[in-house]
């Protein structure tokens, strides 16, 4: 059974960092392309980021430039997402996904989620 556990996710004010984890098992991990999808209220989801098997990411989103950095633990199946400078806009659902070679994931391939609150 593939699962997809993300945790990390929290309360922060505005200008601090978190950072996201994605436990990942029922697959072969190292040879897929994993991806982080938000979802913020009343929006659609957005593509925030992706990163290939062999840990070069491959897309960021331009609204989280240079602030998000993705990256991977192919020998823990680990996927994660350094967050800094957070923004009251980045308040959202943050999904671990599998994909993200030919474009944002479908929802079928999304974990749980955990939620990322910034507020002051």
């Known amino acids: 059974e593939v699962q997809l556990v993300e945790s990390g996710g929290g309360m922060v004010q505005p200008g601090g960092s978190l950072r996201l984890s994605c436990a990942a098992s029922?697959?072969?991990?190292?040879?897929?392309?994993m991806s982080w999808v938000r979802q913020a209220p009343g929006k659609g989801p957005e593509w925030v980021s992706a990163?290939?098997?062999?840990?070069?990411?491959?897309y960021v989103a331009n609204s989280v430039k240079g602030r998000f950095t993705i990256s991977r633990d192919n020998t823990k199946n680990m996927l994660y997402l350094q967050m800094n400078s957070l923004e009251p806009q980045d308040t959202a659902v943050y999904y671990c996904a599998i994909g993200g070679d030919g474009g944002m994931p479908s929802e079928e391939y999304w974990g749980q989620g955990t939620q990322v609150t910034v507020s002051s």
């Open positions: 990163i290939n098997d062999a840990g070069t990411p491959t």
């Open positions: 029922g697959f072969t991990f190292r040879t897929y392309d």
